[in-house]
């Protein structure tokens, strides 16, 4: 593997030239479709993965079988760490959303790189701390919010990350799926589809085949009323 795709991953980002070589003897690499299941949430955790090129989801299934999406992980970030740190099995289900390049570190490994690398250590605790928060402001938002309000800060956040601005409007490009949205905000595909449907005929919103427009501002007033 060549030096410079082991520094696209953000805990390796500031090794040496040294520091990556010796890196690599640990490490292997391995290429997955798109749609594949890394692991299922109770499995033993053997090993970290590390996302060199791609996207994977990492999800819940609620009893009655609806998916809740955690978090959506890309190029340069990694997961698997938690059962390896805590000798507990997979807390959550991982999948890839796209055809997928890692490096996989096993778990005898990762303690000694954890050991020998006080500066990824520290990076990993960072990140750690980082989906914490995350986790926490998904936490607030299911305990205080409703659908309609959920809904309108996903879309806010889409939006920002993923959308161009074009006059009073922000545009999103692309063909974004209800279940996604449903899977994300932990609600089912026809809540989405009926609640945005709504936001049309008031409005907020415009949806075409492959495109959302949002018009922020009337959007962003109704979780103020
Ligand atoms: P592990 O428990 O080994 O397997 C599932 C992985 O998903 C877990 O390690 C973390 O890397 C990742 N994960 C679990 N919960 C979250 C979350 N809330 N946000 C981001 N990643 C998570």
């Known amino acids: 593997m060549v030096k410079h795709e082991i520094k696209k991953i953000g805990i390796f980002s500031e090794l040496s030239d040294d520091e990556v070589k010796k890196l690599s003897l640990y490490i292997k690499e391995q290429h997955v479709d ?10 033993p955790g053997d090993a ?8 994977v989801r990492i999800y819940l299934y609620s009893p009655a079988g609806r998916e809740l999406t955690l978090a959506v992980l890309r190029t340069g970030q990694f997961f698997g760490e938690m059962s390896l740190l805590d ?20 778990r005898n490994d990762f303690l000694n790189v954890l050991q020998s ?10 990140d750690m701390s980082i989906r914490v928060r995350e986790a926490d402001a998904m936490i607030e938002d299911f305990a205080l919010l409703n659908v309609y309000d959920r809904l309108t800060k996903y879309i806010d956040k889409l939006m920002k990350a993923e959308g161009k601005k074009e006059g009073y409007c922000t ?8 279940q996604d949205i449903a899977n994300a905000i932990g609600t089912t595909r026809e809540t989405v589809s009926r609640i945005l449907s709504a936001w049309q005929r008031k409005g907020y919103i415009k949806l075409l085949p492959s495109k959302m427009i949002m018009y922020r501002d009337i959007l962003l007033n109704r979780l103020k009323k």
């Open 34 to 43: 798109k749609n594949t299941e890394l692991f299922h949430q109770d499995d």
């Open 117 to 126: 690398y006080p500066v990824i250590a520290t990076k990993i605790l960072k």
């Open 171 to 178: 545009v999103i490009s692309g063909n974004i799926k209800r």
């Open 48 to 55: 970290m993965y590390l996302i060199l090129k791609g996207g």
């Open 87 to 106: 000798g507990m099995p997979r807390s959550a289900n991982a999948m890839t959303i796209e055809d997928t390049d890692f490096i996989v570190l096993k």
